[in-house]
Protein backbone atom coordinates (compact mmCIF):
# COMPACT_ATOMS: atom_id res chain seq x y z
CA UNK A 1 0.00 0.00 0.00
CA UNK A 2 1.50 3.07 -0.70
CA UNK A 3 1.84 6.01 1.67
CA UNK A 4 0.30 9.72 1.34
CA UNK A 5 2.23 12.01 -0.79
CA UNK A 6 4.46 14.13 1.67
CA UNK A 7 6.42 16.38 -1.29
CA UNK A 8 5.78 17.50 -4.37
CA UNK A 9 6.84 15.24 -7.45
CA UNK A 10 7.61 16.99 -10.59
CA UNK A 11 6.83 14.61 -14.01
CA UNK A 12 6.76 15.90 -17.55
CA UNK A 13 4.74 15.61 -19.57
CA UNK A 14 1.86 15.30 -16.99
CA UNK A 15 0.13 12.65 -19.90
CA UNK A 16 0.87 10.63 -22.73
CA UNK A 17 -0.72 10.40 -25.81
CA UNK A 18 -0.39 7.46 -27.79
CA UNK A 19 -1.45 7.11 -31.70
CA UNK A 20 -3.16 4.09 -33.46
CA UNK A 21 -1.67 5.37 -37.02
CA UNK A 22 1.45 7.16 -35.93
CA UNK A 23 4.03 4.41 -34.67
CA UNK A 24 6.67 7.12 -33.63
CA UNK A 25 4.40 7.91 -30.83
CA UNK A 26 4.24 4.65 -29.26
CA UNK A 27 7.88 5.24 -27.96
CA UNK A 28 7.34 8.29 -25.37
CA UNK A 29 9.68 9.96 -22.74
CA UNK A 30 8.48 10.67 -19.08
CA UNK A 31 10.53 13.30 -17.79
CA UNK A 32 11.86 12.69 -13.77
CA UNK A 33 12.58 15.76 -11.90
CA UNK A 34 14.63 15.79 -8.10
CA UNK A 35 14.71 19.29 -7.28
CA UNK A 36 15.72 18.90 -3.72
CA UNK A 37 19.40 18.66 -1.87
CA UNK A 38 19.34 14.98 -1.26
CA UNK A 39 19.01 11.84 -3.71
CA UNK A 40 15.70 9.79 -4.19
CA UNK A 41 14.90 6.66 -5.44
CA UNK A 42 11.64 5.97 -8.26
CA UNK A 43 9.89 3.01 -9.12
CA UNK A 44 7.04 3.02 -11.81
CA UNK A 45 3.71 1.46 -11.73
CA UNK A 46 0.82 1.08 -13.87
CA UNK A 47 -2.18 -0.38 -14.11
CA UNK A 48 -1.82 -2.33 -17.01
CA UNK A 49 1.41 -3.50 -16.94
CA UNK A 50 0.52 -5.97 -20.37
CA UNK A 51 0.00 -2.67 -22.72
CA UNK A 52 3.65 -1.19 -21.60
CA UNK A 53 7.02 -1.29 -21.16
CA UNK A 54 8.90 0.76 -19.12
CA UNK A 55 12.80 0.81 -19.27
CA UNK A 56 14.28 1.02 -16.20
CA UNK A 57 11.06 1.20 -14.26
CA UNK A 58 13.22 1.74 -11.04
CA UNK A 59 16.51 3.72 -10.34
CA UNK A 60 17.93 6.96 -8.61
CA UNK A 61 18.02 10.81 -8.93
CA UNK A 62 21.13 12.73 -7.88
CA UNK A 63 20.00 15.63 -6.07
CA UNK A 64 18.90 18.48 -8.23
CA UNK A 65 19.28 16.52 -11.25
CA UNK A 66 16.93 14.69 -13.52
CA UNK A 67 16.74 11.24 -15.32
CA UNK A 68 14.15 9.94 -18.40
CA UNK A 69 12.44 6.96 -18.62
CA UNK A 70 11.18 5.66 -22.05
CA UNK A 71 7.66 4.17 -22.03
CA UNK A 72 6.32 2.14 -25.15
CA UNK A 73 3.18 0.76 -25.75
CA UNK A 74 2.64 -2.68 -26.65
CA UNK A 75 -0.70 -3.07 -27.71
CA UNK A 76 -1.69 -0.57 -29.96
CA UNK A 77 -4.91 -2.06 -31.31
CA UNK A 78 -8.07 -0.69 -32.11
CA UNK A 79 -9.77 -2.71 -29.55
CA UNK A 80 -7.62 -0.52 -26.78
CA UNK A 81 -8.65 3.18 -28.13
CA UNK A 82 -9.75 5.39 -26.12
CA UNK A 83 -8.89 3.60 -23.02
CA UNK A 84 -7.30 5.70 -20.32
CA UNK A 85 -4.65 4.16 -17.81
CA UNK A 86 -2.01 5.75 -15.34
CA UNK A 87 1.70 5.24 -14.54
CA UNK A 88 2.01 5.96 -11.08
CA UNK A 89 5.88 7.61 -10.40
CA UNK A 90 6.77 6.59 -6.39
CA UNK A 91 9.57 8.85 -4.75
CA UNK A 92 11.32 7.37 -1.80
CA UNK A 93 13.75 8.41 0.25
CA UNK A 94 17.46 7.05 -1.18
CA UNK A 95 18.69 5.26 1.90
CA UNK A 96 15.43 4.49 3.72
CA UNK A 97 13.54 3.58 0.90
CA UNK A 98 10.19 5.19 2.56
CA UNK A 99 7.88 6.60 -0.13
CA UNK A 100 7.92 10.38 0.53
CA UNK A 101 5.68 11.33 -2.65
CA UNK A 102 4.21 9.89 -5.60
CA UNK A 103 2.75 11.52 -9.13
CA UNK A 104 0.06 10.28 -11.88
CA UNK A 105 0.50 10.22 -15.64
CA UNK A 106 -2.47 9.59 -17.49
CA UNK A 107 -2.21 7.67 -21.12
CA UNK A 108 -4.55 7.33 -24.03
CA UNK A 109 -4.51 5.29 -27.01
CA UNK A 110 -6.49 7.26 -29.83
CA UNK A 111 -7.03 6.26 -33.67
CA UNK A 112 -5.40 9.07 -34.91
CA UNK A 113 -3.68 12.36 -33.57
CA UNK A 114 -5.11 14.69 -35.47
CA UNK A 115 -8.82 13.67 -34.63
CA UNK A 116 -7.73 13.59 -30.97
CA UNK A 117 -9.28 16.45 -28.75
CA UNK A 118 -8.81 16.98 -25.05
CA UNK A 119 -12.34 16.36 -22.77
CA UNK A 120 -14.24 19.66 -22.97
CA UNK A 121 -14.63 19.41 -19.40
CA UNK A 122 -11.06 19.89 -18.83
CA UNK A 123 -10.42 23.27 -20.49
CA UNK A 124 -13.42 26.33 -20.23
CA UNK A 125 -13.27 29.63 -21.87
CA UNK A 126 -12.78 32.51 -20.56
CA UNK A 127 -15.67 34.96 -20.84
CA UNK A 128 -15.01 38.60 -22.00
CA UNK A 129 -15.78 40.62 -19.69
CA UNK A 130 -17.69 43.70 -19.87
CA UNK A 131 -15.48 46.11 -19.58
CA UNK A 132 -12.75 46.12 -22.37
CA UNK A 133 -9.67 47.43 -21.65
CA UNK A 134 -8.25 46.82 -25.44
CA UNK A 135 -9.14 50.71 -26.16
CA UNK A 136 -6.35 51.97 -23.72
CA UNK A 137 -2.48 51.88 -25.27
CA UNK A 138 -0.51 52.04 -21.55
CA UNK A 139 -1.26 52.75 -18.29
CA UNK A 140 -0.52 56.18 -18.28
CA UNK A 141 -3.84 56.44 -20.66
CA UNK A 142 -6.39 54.43 -17.79
CA UNK A 143 -4.95 56.64 -15.14
CA UNK A 144 -6.08 59.45 -17.41
CA UNK A 145 -9.18 57.97 -17.57
CA UNK A 146 -9.63 57.28 -14.19
CA UNK A 147 -8.76 61.00 -13.29
CA UNK A 148 -11.07 62.29 -15.17
CA UNK A 149 -14.03 60.33 -14.23
CA UNK A 150 -13.37 60.86 -10.18
CA UNK A 151 -15.28 63.56 -8.78
CA UNK A 152 -13.92 66.43 -6.91
CA UNK A 153 -14.36 66.99 -3.21
CA UNK A 154 -17.85 68.23 -2.70
CA UNK A 155 -19.47 71.67 -0.84
CA UNK A 156 -20.15 69.91 2.57
CA UNK A 157 -16.08 68.75 3.00
CA UNK A 158 -14.67 72.06 2.14
CA UNK A 159 -17.18 74.17 4.30
CA UNK A 160 -16.14 71.76 7.45
CA UNK A 161 -12.39 72.22 6.57
CA UNK A 162 -13.13 75.75 7.29
CA UNK A 163 -14.94 75.92 10.08
CA UNK A 164 -12.57 73.45 11.61
CA UNK A 165 -9.82 76.25 10.54
CA UNK A 166 -11.66 79.33 12.08
CA UNK A 167 -11.97 77.21 15.08
CA UNK A 168 -8.29 76.41 15.79
CA UNK A 169 -7.62 80.47 14.73
CA UNK A 170 -10.01 81.33 18.17
CA UNK A 171 -7.90 81.32 21.03
CA UNK A 172 -8.23 78.69 23.83
CA UNK A 173 -9.82 79.46 27.36
CA UNK A 174 -6.30 78.85 28.87
CA UNK A 175 -5.30 82.32 27.15
CA UNK A 176 -5.75 85.31 29.13
CA UNK A 177 -7.54 87.71 26.14
CA UNK A 178 -9.94 90.33 26.03
CA UNK A 179 -12.02 88.31 23.46
CA UNK A 180 -15.05 87.11 24.27
CA UNK A 181 -15.14 83.88 21.85
CA UNK A 182 -13.05 81.15 23.19
CA UNK A 183 -12.96 77.53 22.66
CA UNK A 184 -11.80 74.90 24.91
CA UNK A 185 -8.04 72.92 24.32
CA UNK A 186 -10.29 69.23 23.91
CA UNK A 187 -12.51 71.19 21.52
CA UNK A 188 -8.80 72.21 19.74
CA UNK A 189 -7.57 69.02 19.38
CA UNK A 190 -11.43 67.31 18.00
CA UNK A 191 -11.15 70.32 15.38
CA UNK A 192 -7.51 69.43 14.00
CA UNK A 193 -8.53 66.00 14.01
CA UNK A 194 -11.43 66.80 11.56
CA UNK A 195 -9.58 69.07 9.72
CA UNK A 196 -6.99 66.45 8.85
CA UNK A 197 -9.54 64.34 7.89
CA UNK A 198 -11.45 66.57 5.61
CA UNK A 199 -7.92 67.45 4.39
CA UNK A 200 -7.06 63.44 3.07
CA UNK A 201 -10.67 63.42 1.81
CA UNK A 202 -9.89 67.08 -0.75
CA UNK A 203 -6.10 65.57 -1.40
CA UNK A 204 -8.00 62.37 -2.83
CA UNK A 205 -9.83 64.17 -5.11
CA UNK A 206 -6.75 65.88 -6.70
Do not use: W
Not at 19 to 42: A, G, M, W
Not at 48 to 59: D, I, L, M, R
Not at 89 to 114: A, C, F
Request: a neutral charge; proline letters at 5%; glycine letters at 2%.
Amino acid sequence: MMTECKVPVFVSPQSLTFSLEDKQSHRQIITLFNPYDFPVRFKVFCTCTKKYTVVEPEGSISASSRVDIVVRHNAPAPAFCDIRDKFRIQMQYYTTKKVIGHKDVETILVRSSENFELPAENFKQLLRSDISVDNYDNESEIRQNCNTNTPGPNFTTLFMAGICICGLLLPSSEDSDILKFRISFNLKLALAFVLGMTTITILQHQ
